[in-house]
Each structure stands twice: as structure tokens, then as C-alpha cells.
């Protein structure tokens, strides 16, 4: 089954950036669960859909235009990350309130654009839902970039972030610069959002990000732990989910999710079965 | 005479318009085990996030190892245990090891690892409070008093010279209590550090400390234990603006 994904160019491309969004999404993921983050997920995917948008209106409505909608939506993006780091900071006590802000401006932006580039068609029904034939040469490349971003940041800054998610009070007595890992954390998410929304789409990004997270919160011991196993499930969930959405010809949008809830479902009993096991044994 | 390693001069501080500290001036000489004490609502907390900035005064300096605290930056010489370290993130699943470890975070500095080394040094932290046998364990599943000895830990690890623990023995057992006592003991004499300990528990501290400070908006008390001890119960209750018995051991 993998032959023909392996045989077929555009295919080619769909199967490698689908495995380089199962490593980065739940790595970042990983992160911003346990931030209580998850929202900003959601936040951040709409704003880059308002990006899309407008790149599509760009692509209909002036001649030859060199930004295409991959590249306007990792811009906004990358813009909404900063803004809601900054409203955050205005909102201090009301952290939370950057979301929906955010979030509606996103969609907001997102309906202007896409009637002004004269409504729905099936491009913006792929960038919703995830599309597994839409990957060009030049997105794939863009895509390995920001995966190699991705990794040697967190790579490199592992210790802060965990630091600073664990426990913000102490990461800034002692001295670690909060706020630019702060504002790092938040520009790598919208990269990895960017990345990812070509194949499993606005609406169900932020759901690769936290579905496998949740499924090994349940099972790790310790947070690097719980990161790896994060990585095996999103992988196993892109993996299964691109190759069969692609000959039942569904968005693999979808069908990565309804992995991933599986898998979330078999942990959620693995965990029982253990717990009930070890009951017995007492 | 060395430096003293904190200098508060005229500092005021108001949450809003209510005003909790009113211009304190005070020192903690190096080496000393500087016991800070008060009634609920003192404003201890208050001072102690003045000096890890916090918060910052409204007006007054302050310094740090003798440097303005604008301008100071070695921030992993101080190690600090906040009253609230046992509301974090409870969901947030770390092993002790890795809770131990992240007190070396800013100390290690950015695009370094951890090495066996360092990882060492935190298995020692774990040892001191007594957390061995959890050390692979995830930090939410342990009991109240257990969590509050690993940020204990956390705090030692760095190998701070000035130590700021704000009442890190509330749920510690009373077996643990003694021997976190006694370990602070031994870093102050043995190692040199300087301690500032904020604690309701008078008793046990005024058979440590080597200064007492009483706060209640205002210093209303600073000198040796003995000196506090010998305070009669009328000029404690001023202090604290309300009758109070001394605390002895009533474990
Ligand atoms: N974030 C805040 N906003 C407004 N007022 C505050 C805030 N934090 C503390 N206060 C007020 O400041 C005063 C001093 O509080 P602080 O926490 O410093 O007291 P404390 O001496 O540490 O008391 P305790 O022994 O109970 O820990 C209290 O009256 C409290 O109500
Ligand atoms: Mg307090």
C-alpha cells in the first residue's frame, strides 16, 4: 500500500510531509498541553486560514502574484503568534482572552477574503479539511526548512521551555528570559501550523497537536517520555491515517483524526487495565 | 566587613491603593540565617517578591550582593522556594528528576545540555530532602509535603549562595521539618550560604536563626533570637497587633 504512495511523485511529497508533521506537530504539542495552551492552537490555524484566503485572492485576482496562499498564510500566521504574545502581556490577568480575540479575527479576515475572491470553491474546502494530493515541490521544500527550524529549536532550547511551562514564577526568578522564550514558543506553534494545515487542514490542526499528547500524558512517566510517545502516536495516526484516507478518497484530514482518537481511546484503556490489574494484586 | 548580600533602603509598597510596607530599611549580612516573621498579611511575601523582582517597590533601593537590582543579573546565585510552589501545575507530568534538574536550567545557560555532571548534582539535591527512592516518579502523583521537599531541592541544587524560602515547610511531617532545619543549618555554617527564611514557626526557627526580623507593615523587631525570646508577651503582641503566644514545639 505504501508502494503507490512511494511510486507517484505528488504522492511522494504528501507521505514525507506527512511524517515530518507527525514529529513536529505533537512536539510542539507536547508543549502547549501541558501550558493549557490548547486553544492558541485553534487561534492560530484560523488566522493562517485569513492568510490562505487572501493568497487565493491574490492567485484570482492579481496577474501573476509570487506569494502563493502557503506562503501568505505562514506570514499571518506567523504575525497573529507575535500579536497574541503581545496581547498576553496587555491582558495579564485575563491571558485567555487573547484566543478568542485572536480566533475571531482570524475567521473574520478569513470570510472577507474568501468573498472577495469570489467565494468557496475547492480550494478552500482542502485548506479546511486537509487535502493528500496538494503538496508542490516548492512546499515540500519549505516544509523540510521549517522542520529542521523546528527541531534544532527545541533542540537547542529544551531545558528553557520545559523550565518555563513547568513552573513560570521560578523560570523567571532564576533568571531565564520568559519573554523571548515566550515569543519563540509562539512563533515556532504558528510555523508548525503552517506546515501542517496543507494536509490535515484549518479546522483539525490544533487536534494532531494535542490528540496524541493527551493519549501518552496517560502513560509516560516524565516529560521527555511522554514527548516520544507523543511523536510514535501522531506518526502512527499521520501514517494510517494519509494511506487509507487516500483509497477510501476521504480528506486525510479526517481520517488522521479518527486515528488519533483511537489511539487516544485504547490509552485511556490500556491505563484502566493496568489500574485494575494492579488492584488485583494488592 | 563584606558587603551584606541584600540592602532594603526606604522601600514602600502599595497593592493598588493599599499600602503594605512602609519604609523598611534592612540588611542581611553574609552568612546569616535571617528568620523572617510576622502575622498573616505582614507583608512577608510582599518583601520577599520585592527582592527576586517580582514586584517591583514604589519607591527605595534595593541591592544584591551589592549591586542595584536593575542592574543585577547573576539571578542563579539565589535559589528561591515560593509560598505557592505547591499550587503549580499539578497535570504537568515531570519526574522529580526532571523537576531537580530544571533548577540548573538558567545556572547551565542557554544551548548547553545537561551533563553527567550536572546530573549527578541533582540525584545529591534529591538525596538531601530525602527523595531518592521517588526520583523517577512523576512530581504529580506525591503528596503535598513530599512536592514541597523536591522544590527544596529544586532550589538547592544550583548551589545558590543566598537561599529565600517563603514557609517551605507547610504539609513537611515533622521528622522532615527537623531535618530540613537541620540542613539549612549545615549549609549556613558548613557552606557559607546565606539564608532568609520567612516561617510561623517561631519555636523551632529561634533555635537557628542567628537574626530575627518581625514584620508588620512596618520592622517592628530586628535582632538576635535571644534578644526575641526574651521579648515580653506584651511587646510581641504589639508587633502583632493582637495577643500571641510564643510557639514552642507542639508537634
Ligand atoms: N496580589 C495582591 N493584590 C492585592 N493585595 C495583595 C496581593 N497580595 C497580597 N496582598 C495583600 O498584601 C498584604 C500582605 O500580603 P503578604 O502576602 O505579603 O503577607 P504575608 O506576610 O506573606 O502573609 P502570610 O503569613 O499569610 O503568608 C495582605 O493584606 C494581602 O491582602
Ligand atoms: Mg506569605
Same mark, same amino acid.
Given at each position: ?282 | ?20 510596607? =512602609?519604609?523598611?530599611?534592612?540588611? +542581611?549580612?553574609?552568612?546569616?540565617? *535571617? $528568620? &523572617?516573621?510576622?502575622?498573616? @498579611?505582614?507583608? #512577608? ?44 501545575? =499539578?497535570?504537568?507530568?515531570?519526574? +522529580?528528576?526532571?523537576?531537580?534538574? *530544571? $533548577? &540548573?536550567?538558567?545556572?547551565? @545557560?542557554?544551548? #548547553? ?57 507547610? $504539609? ?80
Amino acid at each position: 500500500m505504501i508502494a503507490d504512495f512511494l511510486e507517484f511523485d505528488f504522492l511522494r511529497h504528501t507521505f514525507f510531509t506527512g511524517l515530518l508533521i507527525g514529529l513536529i506537530a505533537p512536539l510542539l504539542g507536547a508543549f502547549i498541553v501541558v501550558r493549557r495552551l490548547s486553544l492558541i492552537a485553534d487561534a492560530l490555524s484560523h488566522v493562517t486560514l485569513a492568510g490562505i484566503a487572501f493568497g487565493l485572492f491574490l492567485e484570482k485576482k492579481v496577474l501573476g502574484a509570487i506569494i502563493t496562499p502557503f506562503y501568505s498564510g505562514l506570514t499571518f500566521s506567523v504575525i497573529g503568534s507575535i500579536f497574541i504574545e503581545k496581547l498576553r502581556t496587555v491582558y495579564k490577568d485575563y491571558q485567555e482572552l487573547a484566543i478568542p480575540i485572536i480566533l475571531s479575527g482570524g475567521v473574520g479576515l478569513s470570510v472577507i477574503f474568501i468573498s472577495l475572491a469570489n467565494g468557496f470553491n475547492t480550494d478552500i474546502f482542502n485548506y479546511l479539511f486537509g487535502s493528500a494530493s496538494a503538496i508542490s515541490q516548492k512546499d515540500f521544500f519549505t516544509i523540510i526548512v521549517i522542520s529542521i527550524i523546528i527541531l534544532f529549536s527545541i533542540g537547542l532550547f529544551y531545558k528553557e521551555l520545559m523550565t518555563l511551562s513547568f513552573d513560570e514564577e521560578h523560570a523567571t526568578v532564576s533568571g531565564i528570559h520568559s519573554k523571548r522564550i515566550h515569543l519563540l514558543f509562539i512563533v515556532l506553534t504558528a510555523l508548525v501550523i503552517a506546515a501542517s494545515i496543507r494536509i490535515v487542514g484549518v479546522l483539525l490542526v490544533s487536534a494532531l497537536m494535542t490528540l496524541p499528547v493527551a493519549a501518552s500524558m496517560r502513560l509516560a512517566r516524565g516529560f521527555k517520555q511522554m514527548i516520544i510517545l507523543s511523536i510514535i502516536f501522531g506518526e502512527a495516526a499521520v501514517i494510517t491515517g494519509l494511506i487509507s484516507g487516500y483509497y477510501l478518497s476521504m480528506p486525510p484530514g479526517g481520517t488522521i483524526v479518527v486515528v488519533s482518537i483511537i489511539i487516544l481511546l485504547l490509552s485511556i484503556s490500556v491505563k484502566r487495565f493496568n489500574f485494575k490489574r494492579g488492584e488485583l494484586e494488592k | 566587613m563584606s558587603k551584606p548580600i541584600i540592602t532594603m533602603s526606604n522601600i514602600n509598597y502599595a497593592y493598588d491603593n493599599k499600602k503594605v510596607l =512602609k519604609d523598611i530599611n534592612f540588611e +542581611v549580612p553574609r552568612g546569616s540565617f *535571617m $528568620g &523572617l516573621i510576622g502575622p498573616n @498579611g505582614g507583608g #512577608k511575601t510582599t518583601l520577599i517578591k520585592l527582592i527576586v523582582r517580582l514586584l517591583k517597590p514604589d519607591n527605595g533601593s534595593i541591592q544584591l550582593f551589592g549591586e542595584a537590582i536593575e542592574k543585577y543579573h547573576k539571578w542563579n546565585k539565589i535559589g528561591f522556594v515560593s509560598q505557592k510552589s505547591n499550587s503549580f501545575n =499539578k497535570g504537568f507530568p515531570a519526574t +522529580v528528576f526532571e523537576v531537580v534538574s *530544571m $533548577g &540548573l536550567t538558567a545556572k547551565i @545557560g542557554y544551548f #548547553k545540555f545537561l551533563t553527567k555532571k550536572h546530573k549527578n548534582k541533582v540525584l545529591h539535591a534529591i538525596d538531601q530532602v530525602g527523595m531518592l527512592d521517588y526520583a523517577y516518579q512523576n512530581i504529580g502523583n506525591l503528596s503535598g509535603g513530599q512536592q514541597q521537599r523536591v522544590f527544596i531541592s529544586r532550589a538547592l541544587v544550583s548551589d545558590p549562595e543566598l537561599l529565600i524560602l517563603d514557609e517551605p515547610t507547610v $504539609g513537611v511531617d515533622y521528622e522532615n521539618v527537623k531535618r530540613f532545619y537541620e540542613l539549612l543549618h549545615e549549609l549556613n555554617e558548613k557552606r557559607d550560604i546565606t539564608l532568609l527564611l520567612v516561617t510561623h514557626d517561631t519555636g523551632t526557627m529561634t533555635e537557628h536563626a542567628t537574626d530575627i526580623v518581625c514584620l508588620n507593615q512596618t520592622l517592628h523587631f530586628h535582632g538576635k533570637p535571644e534578644e526575641y525570646t526574651s521579648l515580653s508577651e506584651a511587646e510581641l503582641s504589639r508587633f502583632y497587633g493582637h495577643p500571641v503566644n510564643v510557639i514552642t514545639h507542639d508537634h
